[in-house]
Structure formats: structure tokens, C-alpha cells
């Protein structure tokens, strides 16, 4: 029976702006409409790998083009593994993959920028840009029940079930959109303009793309009827030549730049194309791409990984985990292997010693192309960064084989600097008295630039590394050190600025001082016991009274609102700090005269300003509020 639906409200909004896009390359639907064919066959000849019942054994793989000029129609026809009623209904009339607060802050912006469309990957609902209605007409293979979908992009779509006449496949008909000669769109119903389309989107898919088209028949043009007659003929309008086997010198950039396009549902451009053939203990053709945009729906931890595996130019999966690590998750691509048996599985691939051989290969190429973008490139490189750095980092922290690589591709915003510097480029602007290399975690760089821990080294020259990502603090963590060097928080205790003769001539100045201040330390230690570690004079602060450190192998602040934020398990009970004071700080020499009741607000004062400072919250903030107003009644 036939049930009319609504859409829900991101996809009507996604109709909306597909139906009056602005975005001027509307011929794009076509590549899109062939890609999913193409994959829909794929799945199926993977199916029938093990299931030879599934399709009957003459079986053709192929994509049909049937445009018609009178109706002002085209049917994309193919014979893959369709769908059932609830997968129609889950992939096209829902948006079933999440992202939809990414999708509705680009909603705003679309309307300015037609060509952001794109990084929704939506190939399906592409075709409403250029047609006023489209039916999917359906059947999966192993029912033999097929399913219609009909929609004109208004909001609501009908669906029913209805046995499609060819069987297993699917088909789409598109009732055409009529434009003006003034909006420059090809038709779509012309044999010339598919035939040029396909050439150039979807050449090297690797199931033919078919159309009837009219030739002619030589012996009917006689001397008198110069006209000949005219037959049908099925002509196959793509070469079908797999891309990655073709040497890389004979393939044009637009033709990877299809590829990419195809394999990625990505309308744009990729940043970089990594294509090659592995020779000797394994042998393996690779044809790899690192997008310059993340999917929309990227900052999902189920993001499907880029890689496909094909053994002898067949396709054997999509999203293979085994072939990369979570940290390159982004690269895009397929892996051709003549070593491997087409009957792999996803639970053979894991124990698999050539996989594991192919993955180091291919990790390894990842790596060693991204330092040639980084050297070669850096423009790119940077946009790359934006986009994928906090990605790439987190395998710093998560895998020791892939630190050394990765800690030469790691770009810093500093304190001294209006551009990112790699590890290498902060050494070398490193002061000729200076150990470490200095770094400081935290929310936001508002936050951590005007941060007093930074005082003392402003004012030495040093540069500071300003680490705000999330991921970071585990990034920071797991380095320690680079190429000989200390890689040093500079809110920790164990921050060790003075030289040694600064530091004898420190003490000296600090004796004194030490003498007068030690009874007044000695009580806001107690004051402030159930709170600090320990209360020490700082070498760190030159305008600011005081600031909290972390001991050398306790959490940072940071790491704990983190861990705090991700809650349950990972809830740390807070780490005592060790409260450092700066004795030069006029407030001091008031305070020393001060009774011990106003001390000890005072020192509460203080450690709260420092609490403040690191960014972490108050425990009282009332209280703290109260204690400066009534100061301030006092002045
Ligand atoms: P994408 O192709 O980026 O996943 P689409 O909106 O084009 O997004 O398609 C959504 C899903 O619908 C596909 O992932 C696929 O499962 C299914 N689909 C689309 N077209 C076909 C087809 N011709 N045959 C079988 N399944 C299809």
C-alpha cells in the first residue's frame, strides 16, 4: 500500500537548498547517481562471492543510461544489490548518518557559498538539483519483493511496495527540471551530453556504463536516399580501465581529482594524491588521497575509514580498519593486492601477516608524503593541519611505533611567533642558554597567552609552545622529549629557568627574604593545608602574587577539567598544587603586618586568584566574591 511520509527536518532543509542551489555545476547528480550504482555492485559481487545463489549465473553487472527527449526524463538503471523497504526508508529518507550540528552550521554559510554543498557528500539527493521529481524503483537481491520511493524534494515522499519488473537492481527516474537558456544547464536528456559526462566523470568505474544509441546502418544509405537507416545499438560509454593500474605518469590530475571524487563522495578538490606500486616482499598497487576538508560528519569516532581493499582489481570492501591506524583515519583510497585471496574476510585481515606488511608500507607512505606537503608545501600543509592535525596527533599518544614519525609533522602555535612552527623551527630560535622546550596547555589561547606562568619567560625571550587542543595534554605527555631536548611544562614545579649562576645569586637575594617571610609561609601553609601541598617561594612571576603548580608527576589542571569533563570513570578526585608565591610582590609586605585573621583571608584570597589563573573554577565563588568586596569596603 502506498504511505506518504514526511522527511524529517535536516533533510527538508538539505531539499530546500538543493532545489534552489545557486551551485552551478548541477551536471555533477550524474557522477554521484553512477558512483552509487557502482558501489550497489560492488556489494553485490561481494555477496556472490559466497553466496553464488544470490543473482542467476548470467548475471550482468552494468550501468544503463535511458534518457528520453520527449518526456523530458532520464533513468539511471543498475543491477546491483538494491535495497528492502527499511533500508530505503533508513538511507534516503532519513539522514541516518549523524552530523547534523555540523550540517546546520554550514546551512547559513551555504547560502552565500553554493559550492559547500559538496562536503555533505548527499550524491543521492543531488538529483533534485536538477530534476522536479525522481523515483527509485527497487529490489534487493535474495526478495522478490521491490520497493518505490517517489519524491519531489517538497517535504514529504511516498513509498510502496511494488515488484520491480527486472528483478534485482535498481532504477531512478528523473523528471527533469526545464531551465532557462539563461541558467546554462546541459540537457540531461541529450545522448551527446551523457555520453560527454560520463567520459568525464566516470570513465574508469569499472562496470560498463550503457546507453542505446542510434547508429547507423552503411548499406541503407544508397545513391538516391542519401539518409541511411538508423538501429539501436547498446554502446559502452566508459573505458572501465581501473585508474591505479595505469602508470602515474599517463594519468591526468583531472582524472585522479574524478577518482578521489568517486571513492570519497567528495566534491572537492583533495589536498594530496599519493599514487604507487610496492615492489618486493609485498607487492601492491596504492592510489591514496588526503582530503582538504573533513566529511561533514568526521568528528564522529565511527567515521568510516577511507581505505578499500581490492584483490586483482576486485573490490573486496570498503572501510577496512586493518589497512591504516585510527590516526590516519582521514586518508582516502584503495589498496589493490595480487597476494591476497579473494575469499578474505574482515576476521582473517586481522591476522593476516601481508595485511600487516601492507599497512606498515602504507603507513609509512603516509607519513614520509605528508613530511614532502609539509617541506614542499607548507601553505597547503597548514590547510591540511587545520583540518587533520588533532587527528594525525592522537597517534603520538596512542602509538609508540608512530611518535618518531609523527613528531616531525607536528605544527605549534607559540608565544613569539604569528605563524605555526614545527619542533625543528623552535629549535632553532632557541636562546643559546636555553635547555628546554617549553610548552603550556589550556583551554584557549586567551586563556594561556596572558597567563602569568608566562612572565618569567617573556622576559627571558623564551618561546613557549600554546597547546589548547584537547588532545594535547596526552600528545605533550607521551613526546617528553624531542631529539635530546626536555619537553617542559612551565606549570610545573620542576620548571627550571636560572642558569646556575642566576641561581646562586637568587639565593643570596632570597635569604633575606626567606628569614622575613618564612613565619608568615609557615602559617598560610597551615591556612591553606587542606588545599596545597606545599607553599614555596616562585622563580616563575614577576608582576603576579602567586600561582599554583603541579608536582612533576602529578596531573595538570588542565588534564583534570578534561578528565573531569569526560566524566564517570575518568572523574579524578582534584590533585593537590603547590601554591608558589612571588615575596617581591608589594602585597606581601602589607600582609606580614596584617592579623592573623585578615592572613588568613588573604592567603584564601590568593589561592583563589591562582585557582582563577590556571582556569580551573572556584569552589566557593560567593565566598570569594564577599571576601574582596568587604577588602574593598576597607580601602
Ligand atoms: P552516499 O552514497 O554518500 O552514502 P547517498 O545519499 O548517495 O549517500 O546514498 C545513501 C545510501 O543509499 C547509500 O550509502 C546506499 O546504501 C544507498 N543507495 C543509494 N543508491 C543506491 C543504489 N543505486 N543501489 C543500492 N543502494 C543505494
Known amino acids: 500500500m502506498k504511505q506518504t511520509q514526511s522527511f524529517n527536518a535536516e533533510i527538508k532543509k538539505l531539499l530546500d537548498l538543493m532545489i534552489h542551489s545557486l551551485y552551478s555545476n548541477k551536471e555533477i547528480f550524474l557522477r554521484e547517481l553512477i558512483s552509487n550504482a557502482s558501489d550497489a555492485m560492488d556489494k553485490l559481487k561481494f555477496e556472490v562471492l559466497t553466496n553464488h545463489q544470490l543473482v542467476r549465473p548470467d548475471h550482468k553487472y552494468e550501468v544503463r543510461l535511458e534518457p528520453n527527449k520527449t518526456d523530458g526524463t532520464l533513468k539511471i538503471i543498475d543491477s546491483g544489490i538494491g535495497m528492502n523497504k527499511?533500508?530505503?526508508?533508513?538511507?534516503?529518507?532519513?539522514?541516518?548518518?549523524?552530523?547534523?550540528?555540523?550540517?546546520?552550521?554550514?546551512?547559513?554559510?551555504?547560502?552565500?557559498?553554493?559550492?559547500?554543498?559538496?562536503?555533505?557528500?548527499?550524491?543521492?539527493?543531488?538529483?533534485?538539483?536538477?530534476?522536479?521529481?525522481?523515483?527509485?524503483?527497487?529490489?534487493?537481491?535474495?526478495?522478490n519483493m521491490g520497493v518505490v520511493w517517489e519524491s519531489q524534494g517538497d517535504g514529504t515522499y511516498s513509498i510502496d511496495e511494488v515488484p520491480r519488473p527486472e528483478g534485482v537492481g535498481t532504477t531512478i527516474t528523473l523528471k527533469l527540471k526545464k531551465f532557462q537558456e539563461e541558467d546554462h544547464v546541459a540537457d540531461f536528456s541529450d545522448e551527446w551530453t551523457l555520453k560527454s559526462l560520463v567520459k568525464k566523470y566516470s570513465d574508469f568505474i569499472s562496470y560498463p556504463v550503457v546507453m542505446k544509441t542510434k547508429v547507423a546502418i552503411p548499406e541503407?544509405?544508397?545513391?538516391?536516399?542519401?539518409?541511411?537507416?538508423?538501429?539501436?545499438?547498446?554502446?559502452t560509454l566508459n573505458s572501465m580501465k581501473a585508474l591505479w593500474l595505469r602508470p602515474a605518469h599517463e594519468i591526468k590530475p583531472e582524472e585522479y581529482s574524478e577518482f578521489y571524487k568517486h571513492i570519497s563522495h567528495d566534491w572537492s578538490e583533495p589536498i594530496k594524491t599519493v599514487h604507487y606500486k610496492a615492489e618486493g616482499t609485498?607487492?601492491?598497487?596504492?592510489?591514496?588521497?588526503?582530503?582538504?576538508?573533513?566529511?561533514?560528519?568526521?568528528?564522529?569516532?565511527?567515521?568510516?575509514?577511507?581505505?578499500?581493499?581490492?584483490?586483482?582489481?576486485?573490490?573486496?570492501?570498503?572501510?577496512?580498519?586493518?589497512?591504516?591506524?585510527?590516526?590516519?583515519?582521514?586518508?582516502?583510497?584503495?589498496?589493490?593486492?595480487?597476494?591476497?585471496?579473494?575469499?578474505?574476510?574482515?576476521?582473517?585481515?586481522?591476522?593476516?601477516?601481508?595485511?600487516?606488511?601492507?599497512?606498515?608500507?602504507?603507513?609509512?607512505?603516509?607519513?614520509?608524503?605528508?613530511?614532502?606537503?609539509?617541506?614542499?608545501?607548507?601553505?597547503?600543509?597548514?590547510?591540511?593541519?587545520?583540518e587533520f592535525g588533532s587527528t594525525l596527533k592522537e597517534g603520538v599518544a596512542n602509538d609508540v611505533t608512530a611518535k618518531d614519525k609523527i613528531q616531525d609533522l607536528l605544527l605549534f602555535t607559540t608565544s613569539t611567533q604569528d605563524k605555526l612552527s614545527t619542533l625543528d623551527e623552535y629549535i632553532v630560535r632557541m636562546k643559546p642558554e636555553q635547555k628546554d622546550i617549553y610548552f603550556i596547555t589550556g583551554e584557549n589561547m586567551t586563556q594561556i597567552k596572558n597567563t602569568p606562568y608566562m612572565e618569567k619567560l617573556n622576559e627571558k625571550g623564551y618561546e613557549v609552545l600554546l597547546c589548547v587542543d584537547p588532545v594535547d595534554e596526552w600528545v605533550m605527555n607521551s613526546l617528553s622529549t624531542y631529539k635530546d631536548k626536555k619537553l617542559q611544562s612551565i606549570t610545573r614545579?620542576?620548571?627550571?629557568?636560572?642558569?646556575?649562576?642566576?641561581?646562586?645569586?637568587?639565593?643570596?637575594?632570597?635569604?633575606?627574604?626567606?628569614?622575613?617571610?618564612?613565619?608568615?609561609?609557615?602559617?598560610?601553609?597551615?591556612?591553606?593545608?587542606?588545599?596545597?601541598?606545599?607553599?614555596?617561594?616562585?622563580?616563575?612571576?614577576?608582576?603576579?602574587?602567586?600561582?599554583?603548580?603541579?608536582?612533576?608527576?602529578?596531573?595538570?589542571?588542565?588534564?583534570?577539567?578534561?578528565?573531569?569533563?569526560?566524566?564517570?570513570?575518568?572523574?579524578?578526585?582534584?590533585?593537590?598544587?603547590?601554591?608558589?608565591?612571588?615575596?617581591?610582590?608589594?602585597?606581601?609586605?602589607?600582609?606580614?603586618?596584617?592579623?592573623?585573621?585578615?592572613?588568613?583571608?588573604?592567603?584564601?584570597?590568593?589561592?583563589?586568584?591562582?585557582?582563577?589563573?590556571?582556569?580551573?573554577?572556584?569552589?566557593?565563588?560567593?565566598?570569594?566574591?564577599?571576601?574582596?568586596?568587604?577588602?574593598?569596603?576597607?580601602?
Open 282 to 386: 609485498i607487492e601492491f598497487t596504492s592510489l591514496l588521497f588526503v582530503p582538504e576538508k573533513k566529511p561533514w560528519n568526521y568528528q564522529y569516532r565511527d567515521t568510516e575509514y577511507g581505505l578499500s581493499l581490492y584483490v586483482k582489481k576486485v573490490f573486496i570492501m570498503s572501510d577496512c580498519k586493518d589497512l591504516l591506524p585510527p590516526h590516519l583515519r582521514f586518508v582516502k583510497g584503495l589498496i589493490d593486492s595480487s597476494d591476497l585471496s579473494l575469499n578474505v574476510s574482515r576476521e582473517i585481515l586481522q591476522q593476516d601477516r601481508q595485511v600487516q606488511l601492507i599497512k606498515k608500507n602504507v603507513v609509512n607512505k603516509i607519513y614520509s608524503s605528508l613530511k614532502e606537503l609539509l617541506t614542499q608545501s607548507r601553505d597547503k600543509y597548514e590547510l591540511f593541519w587545520k
Open 220 to 235: 541503407t544509405a544508397t545513391e538516391e536516399n542519401k539518409e541511411p537507416q538508423y538501429k539501436d545499438e547498446d554502446q
Open 86 to 143: 527499511e533500508e530505503v526508508v533508513e538511507y534516503i529518507g532519513t539522514i541516518a548518518r549523524s552530523g547534523t550540528q555540523k550540517y546546520h552550521q554550514l546551512s547559513q554559510e551555504m547560502k552565500n557559498k553554493p559550492e559547500l554543498i559538496g562536503q555533505f557528500g548527499v550524491g543521492f539527493y543531488s538529483s533534485f538539483m536538477v530534476a522536479e521529481k525522481v523515483i527509485l524503483h527497487t529490489q534487493k537481491a535474495g526478495t
Open 493 to 635: 614545579n620542576d620548571l627550571n629557568l636560572d642558569t646556575e649562576e642566576e641561581k646562586k645569586k637568587k639565593e643570596e637575594e632570597n635569604k633575606s627574604l626567606k628569614e622575613r617571610f618564612l613565619p608568615l609561609i609557615d602559617k598560610m601553609k597551615t591556612f591553606l593545608n587542606e588545599n596545597i601541598k606545599d607553599v614555596v617561594i616562585s622563580d616563575r612571576l614577576s608582576s603576579t602574587p602567586a600561582c599554583l603548580v603541579s608536582a612533576a608527576n602529578d596531573p595538570s589542571a588542565n588534564m583534570e577539567r578534561l578528565m573531569s569533563r569526560m566524566g564517570g570513570e575518568f572523574n579524578m578526585p582534584r590533585t593537590k598544587r603547590i601554591l608558589e608565591l612571588n615575596l617581591k610582590h608589594p602585597l606581601f609586605e602589607s600582609m606580614i603586618n596584617k592579623n592573623e585573621e585578615e592572613q588568613k583571608t588573604w592567603s584564601e584570597i590568593l589561592y583563589n586568584q591562582a585557582l582563577l589563573n590556571e582556569g580551573s573554577d572556584l569552589p566557593d565563588p560567593a565566598r570569594f566574591s564577599k571576601q574582596i568586596s568587604d577588602l574593598m569596603a576597607r580601602m
